[in-house]
């Protein structure tokens, strides 16, 4: 983060506390609530919960949320409010510690956002539950308020966190919203809607009723907890691969990792979904693993190959699909590497595919390959200049690679300096 940046996002922090400090006062005065003993469960709840945070691709995922909803809905705005800033202490206490502003602008944008769910539910036509459970008679007319309760949170945080990343790091709100927030949203409303029916059952049987729910949603962690596992035991088997490669071909170390960076990249400017954005990333670190079943003296010859030596080279894709269609969970990702050799115009190698016959993802590999291979030192020849590798990507759209996906890459390739590259799993270069 840059010095102007880090002044940016200092500004912008401290007027997020400021507004929430005066607004959650304000919203104390409007209520006249005190604390109860249900807040207090509640707050330990909370800090459980946000002790058992579970890191995932998408993000790190607790059962806050729910529990914020249902305190909006049971208790008031003004208690969703401390609620949703007291979950922030575990932060203080972690392996990364953050900054005391970070602190205080996370616990203030979370405070908004548990006014907004409160009072938006309220000025929807909610009621609430402290005052007695609904009756059959009244979901009709609280349709909308559990609607609005179960988003408005969600979508206030978002927009307060992501205009803080874009500040600090330049990305563009859109690439936020793909990269960081639309994977969750489906998952967030559900859990908005548990929230709801959470502060029903304690409105009816007592604050007790809310230890129904700690097993219940004690298995989401696990289920969460056990993806995310999972997940890793992926991504290790893919960096196995990917170092089984370079072990082949070691002129091209790092070779894979840059290229994923560059795919990974491009895609978010395109816009495309995180799922999406994750399984070419997969594509990207293992497009050159038929290489393994090319001969070393071939990959590593210091001159050019003879049209029998080209031929066995462009086999490589071919072998790499071979070798992952029996592979269940990279199953899906053996097109692309399949036809990240293919062009535009018809005239590159695998199948003789051409346009739109080309997955997507595989054009969007092409570019990111191409850039790379280019500015790489190969046996047989120097690296390209950047700049000069950046004309001849332009240059070959619409005829060799996909305009869209160079017009993608030259956007984040800006002047300004790689503003949006990165990948998304840690994988290091040669590992």
């Not at 705005?77 to 502003?101: K, Y």
């Not at 929807?124 to 988003?151: H, N, W």
């Not at 960081?180 to 029916?197: D, K, Q, S």
């Amino acid at each position: 983060m840059t010095g102007d940046a880090n002044r940016r996002f200092l500004a912008y922090a401290c007027t997020v506390i400021a507004a929430a400090c005066l607004c959650v006062a304000a919203s104390w005065r409007a209520t006249g609530v005190g604390l109860s003993t249900s807040f207090a469960l509640f707050a330990a709840l909370m800090l459980m919960s946000e002790s058992l945070v579970v890191a995932l691709p998408m993000g790190n995922m607790s059962l806050t949320h729910p529990l914020s909803v249902a305190a909006a809905v049971l208790l008031g705005p003004t208690h969703a409010a401390l609620l949703m800033s007291l979950s922030q202490v575990p932060s203080l206490f972690g392996e990364r510690r953050i900054s005391a502003v970070k602190f205080l602008f996370n616990a203030s944008q979370l405070a908004l956002a548990g006014l907004a769910a409160g009072w938006l539910y309220l000025a929807a036509g909610g009621q609430l539950l402290s005052q007695g459970a609904l009756d059959a008679q009244d979901f009709p007319r609280m349709i909308l308020p559990v609607a609005v309760v179960a988003v408005a949170g969600m979508v206030c945080n978002f927009a307060l966190a992501g205009m803080a990343v874009h500040l600090m790091y330049g990305v563009s709100l859109r690439r936020i919203w793909s990269s960081e927030f639309a994977a969750v949203v489906p998952t967030e409303i559900a859990l908005g809607l548990v929230g709801v029916t959470m502060a029903q059952v304690i409105a009816a049987v007592g604050v007790l009723g809310l230890l129904l729910f700690v097993v219940p949603l004690g298995v989401v962690r696990s289920t969460y907890h056990r993806y995310a596992e999972l997940t890793r035991t992926y991504a290790d088997t893919v960096r196995s691969l990917v170092a089984a490669i370079e072990a082949k071909d070691t002129y091209t170390k790092g070779h894979s990792v840059r290229v994923a960076e560059y795919a990974v990249a491009i895609a978010h400017e395109m816009g495309e979904s995180e799922h999406a954005i994750e399984r070419l990333e997969y594509a990207a670190l293992l497009h050159d693993l038929g290489k393994v079943g090319i001969k070393r003296s071939l990959l590593s010859k210091p001159w050019s190959l003879s049209q029998e030596e080209s031929d066995e080279v462009r086999r490589h894709p071919e072998i790499g699909a071979h070798i992952l269609e029996s592979v269940h969970y990279l199953e899906d990702i053996v097109p692309v590497i399949q036809s990240h050799h293919e062009r535009v115009d018809g005239t590159g190698y695998g199948e003789g595919l051409r346009g739109d016959a080309i997955p997507l993802q595989a054009r969007i590999l092409a570019v990111a390959d191409a850039f790379d291979a280019m500015t790489s030192q190969r046996p047989y020849r120097s690296a390209m200049p950047r700049s000069e590798a950046l004309r001849e990507i332009a240059a070959g759209a619409g005829s060799q690679i996909d305009p869209k996906a160079v017009d993608a890459f030259l956007a984040v390739m800006e002047p300004a300096g790689d503003r949006a590259i990165g990948s998304s799993m840690v994988v290091e270069p040669g590992a």
